[in-house]
C-alpha cells in the first residue's frame, strides 16, 4: 500500500509563474490536507478538502492560491503569480473516512523555490 | 488562541545519552496531541499520539511522551539515543471532538554527537 505521494518533489519556478502541485492520497483515503513549511517554521494549516469539496480553506492566503480535490486524480494545490515569499515545503496529509486528522499520513512534501 | 510551543529550537546530546524533548501546549479543552519527526528532505512520520486515558504513551523506535494535565506538557524521551535519532521533531495539537487543523510547533532540531 503505497504512502502518501506527492509530486513535483522539488520545483523551480520563476516570478509571476504558476505552481502547481500534487497529491495522491493513501488509498481509501478520502480526506487531503495541505500544509506550508517555511524556513525555520513549523508547518501551517492551509486547507482540507474531502471529494469535490473544500471543507475548510481558513489558512489559504486570500489571493493566488487555490486547491481541488476532483472526484477522479489526485489533489492539486495551484499558486498563480508566485513571489519569493512563496518559497517553502508544501505537505499533504490523508485520512481515511470518519477518522480526519487522527489518523492523517504525510507525504514527502514539495519544495518549491522562486526564483 | 490555540498554540503548541517547543521551547528548545536546538539540542545537542550525545550517543547513548538521554533525551527529553518539551512541548506546551495551550487549549481550551485538552487536545490529541502528536509527536513527529522530521528527517532532512523527508517528510513527516508520527511517532506516537496521545488521545486519552494513560498518560505514558508508547511509540516507535523506542520513544515515549508523557502526558501532564497540571503543567499543559507532552515531553517526548528516550533513554538512550541513537545516532539516526538525528532529525527534526515537531510536537503538534488537535482539538477534540472539532476542527481538523493539526497546529504544530516550531519543531527542535536534534544533533547526536559520536
Known amino acids: 500500500n503505497a504512502g502518501v505521494m506527492q509530486n513535483p518533489r522539488h520545483l523551480v519556478r520563476r516570478r509571476g509563474q504558476e505552481a502547481r502541485l500534487r497529491c495522491s492520497p493513501m488509498?481509501?483515503?478520502?480526506?487531503v490536507y495541505w500544509y506550508r513549511q517555511l524556513p525555520e517554521e513549523g508547518l501551517k494549516f492551509m486547507v482540507y478538502?474531502?471529494?469535490?469539496?473544500?471543507?475548510?480553506e481558513s489558512g489559504m492566503p486570500k489571493e493566488r492560491f487555490s486547491a481541488e480535490f476532483p472526484k477522479e486524480g489526485p489533489s492539486i494545490l495551484r499558486i498563480q503569480q508566485v513571489v519569493r515569499g512563496d518559497s517553502a515545503a508544501y505537505f499533504c496529509?490523508?485520512?481515511?473516512?470518519?477518522?480526519?486528522?487522527?489518523?492523517?499520513?504525510f507525504g514527502q512534501g514539495t519544495r518549491l523555490t522562486v526564483v | 488562541a490555540q498554540s503548541v510551543t517547543q521551547p528548545d529550537i536546538h539540542i545537542t546530546v550525545s550517543e547513548g545519552a538521554s533525551l527529553e524533548l518539551r512541548c506546551n501546549y495551550s487549549?481550551?479543552?485538552?487536545?490529541?496531541l502528536f509527536w513527529y519527526v522530521q528527517s532532512p528532505g523527508q517528510g513527516l512520520q508520527l511517532l506516537l499520539k496521545?488521545?486519552?486515558?494513560?498518560?505514558l504513551v508508547q511509540g516507535i523506535k523506542g520513544f515515549e511522551a508523557e502526558f501532564k494535565r497540571s503543567q499543559s506538557s507532552f515531553n517526548l524521551r528516550k533513554p538512550s539515543v541513537h545516532w539516526s535519532d538525528a532529525a527534526e521533531y515537531f510536537c503538534?495539537?488537535?482539538?477534540?471532538?472539532?476542527?481538523?487543523?493539526?497546529?504544530f510547533g516550531k519543531g527542535t532540531k536534534l544533533t547526536v554527537n559520536p
Open positions: 496529509a490523508s485520512s481515511p473516512p470518519g477518522r480526519v486528522n487522527t489518523e492523517a499520513f
Open positions: 488509498k481509501g483515503h478520502s480526506h
Open positions: 478538502l474531502q471529494k469535490e469539496n473544500i471543507i475548510d
Open positions: 487549549y481550551g479543552a485538552t487536545p490529541y
Open positions: 496521545y488521545f486519552s486515558g494513560d498518560t
Open positions: 503538534a495539537g488537535l482539538p477534540q471532538g472539532g476542527s481538523e487543523k493539526l497546529v
